[in-house]
T-cell receptor
Framework: AQTVTQSQPEMSVQEAETVTLSCTYD???????LFWYKQPPSRQMILVIR??????QNATENRFSVNFQKAAKSFSLKISDSQLGDTAMYFC??????????????FGGGTRLMVKP | NAGVTQTPKFQVLKTGQSMTLQCAQD?????MSWYRQDPGMGLRLIHY???????DQGEVPNGYNVSRSTTEDFPLRLLSAAPSQTSVYFC?????????????FGPGTRLTVT
């Protein structure tokens, strides 16, 4: 079974600065996907960014980028130019593609990020 | 498209009561699932379905029952509510085919069992 660990329960950052959220995972699989989801106070789960394990290039989506270290099983999220709207809970998630098992997600415990003005 | 909808948004139950959390999606997704969210534990998979008539257990299935008679609907039944089932429940759906593997989540149901 896969496990996902987020070692930072809470973090804060000043508006316009950069912050990095950590995530490590444990798996024996070679083909898998990693995700970061954002959960603002509205409770809605929003996909921020995804990374395919077979791709060496780190994924980037506007101000969000990842540092994917496959050998170290590390998948950190960097938020640049932090905005007040980035205040949310962030979840790291792992998925092994398996059509018979519904491609389900294994989540970390989450990191609560507060962006301060 | 409404996406993934869940009802109710909030619910309070007494210990021993039963209820059904409703989930529906209008995107013709093959896969549907239920997660519960507890502080410090992220989201954990309760049950999932890979298509109409097919369901299976996830990580924390005890005390819950599901069925999937149509592609659109995937209700979650609490058979005899317990305080340990106080949580936020999310329904999610996704396509079977490759490409992205994005899960689409409903708005969640906050359940309190007293």
């Amino acid at each position: 079974a896969q496990t996902v660990t987020q070692s930072q329960p809470e973090m804060s950052v000043q508006e316009a600065e950069t912050v990095t959220l950590s995530c490590t995972y444990d798996t024996s699989e070679n083909n898998y996907y990693l995700f970061w989801y954002k959960q603002p106070p509205s409770r809605q789960m929003i996909l921020v960014i995804r990374q395919e394990a077979y791709k060496q290039q780190n994924a980037t989506e506007n101000r969000f980028s990842v540092n994917f270290q496959k050998a170290a099983k590390s998948f950190s999220l960097k938020i640049s130019d932090s905005q007040l709207g980035d205040t949310a809970m962030y979840f790291c998630a792992f998925m092994k593609p398996d059509y018979n098992a519904g491609n389900m997600l294994t989540f970390g415990g989450g990191t609560r990020l507060m962006v301060k003005p | 498209n409404a996406g993934v909808t869940q009802t109710p948004k909030f619910q309070v139950l007494k210990t021993g009561q039963s209820m059904t959390l409703q989930c529906a999606q209008d995107m013709n997704h093959e896969y549907m699932s239920w997660y519960r969210q507890d502080p410090g534990m992220g989201l954990r998979l309760i049950h999932y379905s890979v298509g109409a008539g097919i369901t299976d257990q996830g990580e924390v299935p005890n005390g819950y029952n599901v069925s999937r008679s149509t592609t659109e609907d995937f209700p979650l039944r609490l058979l005899s509510a317990a305080p340990s089932q106080t949580s936020v429940y999310f329904c999610a759906s996704s396509y079977r085919r490759t490409g992205g593997y994005e899960q689409y989540f409903g708005p969640g149901t906050r359940l309190t069992v007293t």
